[in-house]
């Protein structure tokens, strides 16, 4: 298992939909269309940024992976998170990813961010816990609801994540517009510094819960998670693909009560060209067999019972349906 990080720049949603079309022009992700000359056995494993849960949990089972599939390397890399990794995997650059249900979704109907460059060869390997919104701010900010949000400097998530997407439906639930506030495109851990020293007001960002970083930021300052108002979660939910879901005081030592907020599901992708339905099948069992190894909180929510959560338009990849079916839940 070999760690990759990024020497090209992270591409920001215009550049890597022009990339997109052009591969969608010559007929697909990898030009290949997925015949068994295609299929290889150097993996490379798109995750997120460094202070989110998508990095660690995407090197740890890129360990597992190996450890239990024979004549496979698994190299996992940081990125920009589920746009960059769907669309490195539609490129034909990388072979697995890890990606909101969301942005998996809106990017096989060729929809959002993904609209004249409809994606074609992700399959759908396992959905793997559930993904919170979080709007995080510090107790003297004066932001006490979403409505605040309006005229503050706001954190929306990294250039090519999911996280922008949810952003945007929660401030535009509460009737702010992009002129409304100033968006910072940042990832997860960056955002937490900007929050930290005092260059923003606020942070949004979609991660499994709980999340170490939040709680490294709270043992040194006085942080607040932003509830939002139960029917305007419902709203959002009713037109999206998000749910509505209560962050547990026990998350966090710094919470004491319920927090209203929105959830999709964190799903594992593979190439439908180059992931061999053998190794699909490989990785979807390692993925649940091995998952009291996981180390990371998100472990133990990992299980049968989520697999297909959130999967809505994704197509099943054939090793992962071979196995569900093995296993009942197909």
Known sequence: MRIARRTFATLGPLAALGLLAACSDDGGGSGSGGGDGDFVTDLTFGTGGTGGVYYPLGGEYAAIYEDNIDGITVTYTD???SVENIGKIFQGEWQLGIAQSDTANTAVLGEGEFEGAQVDNIGWI???Y???AHIVTLADNGIESAADLKGKKIAVGDVGSGTRAVSDAILAAYDIGEGDYEAFEQDFASSLDLLRDNNIDASVFVVGTPTGSLGDLAATNDVKLVALDQDKAEQVASESLFEVYTI???AYD???EEVT???VAAALIASM???SPEIGYEITKATFEQAESITLPQGGLINHDFALTGQGDVPMHPGAQKYYEEEGLL
């Open 79 to 81: 990125s920009g998170a």
């Open 126 to 128: 396992a959905g793997l």
């Open 130 to 132: 559930p993904e919170a």
């Open 248 to 250: 547990k005081p026990e």
């Open 254 to 256: 710094f919470l004491e």
């Open 261 to 263: 907020t929105l959830s």
């Open 273 to 275: 060209d180059q992931v």
